[in-house]
Structure formats: C-alpha cells, structure tokens
C-alpha cells in the first residue's frame, strides 16, 4: 500500500504542477463572440491552446472550439472537443431519421432504406464511443489520460470509421444526393470535429513539453493493468482457467453447436443468441465440424465470446450474400461480430458470391480486442471487412483478389498465409485497401511474417494479371509490411493509386521491412510510396506497439509475437 500512496502523491502533484504553470500563462484574449473570423485568421487564446492547435489540421477551427475553455487543465480541451463532436453526431442521427421519412415514405428504393439504416446504426455506435471517451476523460487524472491515450485514440478513430461508413453505404449514382445532403449538412462537421479530438489528444504532449513537464516514466496507472502472471487484472478465477485450459486444449464449452444434433444447438446463430443476460467473463461456444449456412451477428450486448471449432477446413459458416445482387457491402457479411472482446480459433468464414459477386463480404469484425487464431476467410473481392478497433489475426488463411483485407481498424495479420486468387477478366488484384482518413488516427493495416502467395488459378496465368500490395482508400491510408515472404508475381510497383479523380497518394504510407522473396525487392517500387524503411520507423508497426497487444493479448490464450522476429 506505501507504494500506492506514492504513485497517487506523483499523480497529483504533476496535475498540480500542471494546472499552476498553466494558469500563470493563460493570456485571456477571446475570439471576438467566441469564435475567430477576419478571413481565417487565428487569434491566440492562451500558450496551451497554441501549442495544441499547431499541430491540428485546421488550426482556426482548433482555435473556434478551445477559445472558450478559459482553464488551467488541458484535460478540459478534450472534454470540449468531444463534447462538441457528440453534438454533431446527434445531429446527423437525427438528420438520417428525417431523411428515412421524407424519402421512404415516398416509395423510395430499398438501397436508401437500407444505407440510412446502416447511418443510424453507426452513428448510435458513434455516441457509444464518444461516451467512452468522455468517461474516460473525466475519471483519469491528466498523467493517466497522457499514459492511456491510446485508448482514447482507438475510441475516437472508430467515430470517424463509422462516419466514413455511413458514407460509404450510398453506393449507386441514385444514391449520392442523398449521400451528398448527408455529408454537407452534418457527417463532415462529425468527420472535422472527431479529427480535431484525436488532433487534441495527440497535442497534448505538446501542451506538457511546452512548460517543461515529461509524463512519459511517470509511475501512473495504466487503464489495462497486467498481474505478474500476464492477466489483466481485472481477471477473475473463470477467466484465468479458460485461458490456462486453452493453452492445454482442453476447453469446457459453455454450449456446442452440432447439426447432426448432438449438441444443444443446431445453428451457432441460436448459440449465440442464447448468451445470458448480464452475463460475466467469457461465453465459450463450441462448434463442431459441419458446414452452416447461416448468416450471423454477434451484437454489443454480448462481449467476451470464445468460440472455436474443429479447423477451418472442417467447421466452416458459409453465404454469398454479395453488392451485385443488391446488398450493401455492410450487409453482405457471413459473419459479423460488433461485439468487444471477440476470440475465435479453428473456423473458415466464407462468402461464396465468386468475382460476379463484386464486393462480397465474409467476415466483419467492429468489436475492440477481437482476435481470430487458426481461421480462414475465404472470398474475392473484400473479403475481410476489419471495420473498427484493434483486430489479430494469427496462423489464419486469408484469399481473395480486389481489396480483400479492407476497413478502419488497426488491424494486425501475422503468422498467416494471404492467398491472391484469379479475379474476373480485366481486373486486377490488391491485396490491402485501408481506410484511414485522418492523420492522428491509430489506424491501419500491418502484415507481419506472412507468406504472400498466388492461388494455383492465379499463378496459371503467368504474370498477366497485375497484382498489387495495397492502394489508398483514404487520404492517410496504412499499410506496412514487416518481415514476409513475398511471391514474384506482386507487381514492381507494389501500389496503385486508388482512382485517377481521388488518388490519396499525397498523405498515404506504403512502407516495407525486412521482406524476402521474389517480390520482396523494393527498388523499383512507386515513387510516392514510402517504400523501405529503417528497423527503428518499422518497430512503431510491431505489434505490441501498433495494438498495446501486451495490455490485452496474453489473456486470449493464442500464441504471439510482439516484435521482430527475424531481424
């Protein structure tokens, strides 16, 4: 307990120190009513508001929203800015409501229907996030939201994830008025106000150094502690014996799927939704060798699942759900989990819709902390869909051909085999299109000692069909490759741009170390990617750095690498 007793003292001496240093600098000149005009230009509140508003996107709006937070803590500026973003997603969820009466009501096609659904969907998720934050904020001292800010970065980063998808749902050329009177009227201001929170969260070391103040080896409480045996601390008798029995591979399920009805369930969608009401720790579902052709949501009110089968040739959930049929690609997952804390191991997901199918999805992940181990994701074009948060993917198989690792997640794939398939005619393939649309979000997609490969079908065709590493959805779109074997049939190039009208080439980072193999030689690749770079920029993408995997991996029981493994 004395050593408690000290780390509370440091704690809150720094917040002290802080708050004085703060305080006696504070210069009270207020934007002229709150906010600043004369053509863009940026009036000086106090120091601190300066130095968190260097580094933001758009400084004057920085400025707009901080003016009025006349206080000597920074945590305050977050708490503002948040608030301010909450504001402009209640008003686009309520603008999707309007817009569901005043166009379905008059009889309009089922694609706006279901887009406008999806928006309200995500933007109630959007709340959920905000409100996260908001907590977290209010009950951290400021040396625990500086220790913890990746936490708060992964939450805001999922806001603007699920505005771009909502964006995203309006696909077909008589969507886009909608699309366009949704994005104008309220979706960029949720877009602009959430970057402006990560760019806020991202300043405020600037804030500390700017007065000489270093949290970085502060003694301070980190939001996910770990015990001396590994396990968050928050781990009870349960949860640590699941994770000691998966080890030992002798797991006792909480209820078994089996179609030939030796199990309690027929279908994983009735096991799942069988999950008990406020139910504590995990809820481990057994799924026995079959094929089950069933689509499936695993929703938010039901975290910490474990399921596993009997190996992804063996127990496989399949559909063809695809965009060419009319769905949106949201929905054109097999199998979608929105649910935190999601463990998987010994599953194939398909979706069978084939390279007619255009986007067809086969597994969606949205939840926090999700992690798959020994599953394969079979498809052709986007195949897997890492919405949101922080996602693991180890000793798995993944296939497909245009874009088929894709979404807003960090999103970390290791020890897997990626299997490029023979798209339709005239098409080429990528393997990576990320969506990360701002630049102080965490996300992105690492591809860590995998062996990139051509499916037979593929490698047939003898280097006809251009294949591509990755292209940028969005304008700070990431992905980077660590440590892979890649085959001879990756173009030189390695990446594309994403359309002749929206490159997103400028802020985009395609970056390579420490790859063998044929196609591993990145001499030649094109001119505005990152290309290779050093092993200190590469350990920023290692995967306890780019997922705080050590805060939340060991407890799932699968196997990992948190660093470097051959350099």
């Known amino acids: 307990m004395a050593g408690s007793g000290k780390i509370i003292a440091v704690a809150v001496s720094i917040l002290l120190v802080v708050g004085v240093v703060i305080g006696a600098v504070v210069a009270v000149n207020h934007l002229d009513n709150g906010s600043s005009n004369n053509g863009g230009e940026v ?9 968190v508003c260097q580094g933001a996107d758009d400084e004057k709006l920085c400025h707009d929203v901080l003016a009025p937070v006349n206080t000597s803590n920074p945590k305050d500026y977050i708490t503002q800015v948040v608030k301010f973003s909450t504001d402009s997603v209640l008003k686009a969820l309520n603008m999707s409501d309007r817009l569901m009466v005043e166009n379905v009501a008059n009889g309009t096609d089922g694609g706006i229907k279901m887009a406008l659904d999806d928006c309200k969907d995500l ?16 009950s951290q001292s400021l040396p625990e939201v500086f220790t913890n800010s990746a936490e708060l970065k992964n939450w805001l980063g999922a806001v603007i994830a699920y505005q771009q998808s909502c964006l995203d749902g309006f696909e077909t050329d008589g969507e886009k008025q909608i699309q366009g009177q949704l994005q104008s009227e309220s979706l960029d201001s949720v877009m602009k106000l959430t970057a402006l929170a990560l760019d806020v969260v991202s300043g405020i070391s600037k804030v500390l150094s700017e007065f000489g103040l270093n949290l970085t080896n502060r003694p301070v409480r980190r939001l996910l502690e770990i015990d001396s045996d590994g396990f ?6 349960h949860e640590r014996k699941l994770v000691n029995e998966a080890k030992q591979g002798s797991i006792v399920p909480n209820v078994v799927v089996a179609k030939d009805g030796s199990g309690q369930y027929k279908t994983i969608l009735d096991a799942i939704n069988a999950y008990p009401k406020k139910h504590k720790g995990r809820w481990v579902i057994y799924v026995k060798a079959g094929i089950y052709d069933e689509y499936i949501t695993v929703d938010k009110k039901k975290p910490n699942i474990y399921m596993y089968g009997d190996g992804p040739s063996k127990t496989i959930i399949t559909g063809r759900k695809n965009f060419a049929e009319g769905v949106k690609t949201m929905r054109t997952a097999t199998f979608t989990t ?11 997901f398909e979706n069978t ?16 902390r999700s992690a798959f181990f020994d599953c394969a994701f079979r498809g052709y074009q986007d195949t897997l869909y890492a919405h949101a948060h922080r996602q693991f993917y180890s000793n798995c198989e993944i296939s497909g051909t245009i874009d088929f690792i894709f979404g807003y997640a960090s999103t970390f794939v290791q020890n897997s085999k990626i299997i490029v398939r023979k798209p339709k005619e005239n098409q080429q393939n990528i393997i990576v299109a990320d969506g990360t649309d701002q630049k102080n979000m965490p996300s992105g997609v690492v591809l860590h000692n995998c062996q990139i490969i051509a499916d037979p079908s593929l490698a047939a065709e003898n280097g006809k069909i251009r294949t591509f590493l990755a292209r940028p959805w969005k304008a700070y779109s990431r992905a980077v490759f660590i440590e892979n074997t890649i085959g001879g049939f990756i173009h030189k190039d390695g990446y594309i741009p994403w359309q002749p009208a929206s490159p997103n080439t400028e802020h985009s980072y395609f970056a390579e170390f420490g790859n063998i193999g044929a196609g591993s030689d990145a001499s030649g690749r094109i001119k505005w990617a990152k290309g290779l770079i050093s092993k200190n920029e590469a350990s920023k993408f290692t995967l306890d750095r780019f997922l705080q995997a050590s805060s939340w991996l060991p407890a799932t029981g699968f196997a990992f690498d948190s660093s470097f493994t051959k350099n």
């Open 123 to 138: 933007l109630q998720s959007a709340i959920h996030e905000l409100e996260a934050s908001g907590v977290f904020v209010d």
């Open 232 to 237: 968050p601390t928050w781990f009870g008798f």
């Open 338 to 348: 929105v649910a935190e804390g999601f463990l998987c191991k010994g599953i194939g």
């Open 43 to 51: 009036k000086t509140t106090n120091k601190a508001v300066t130095a």
């Open 353 to 368: 819709a084939g390279p007619s199918g255009h986007q067809a999805v086969a597994l969606r992940v949205m939840g926090d």
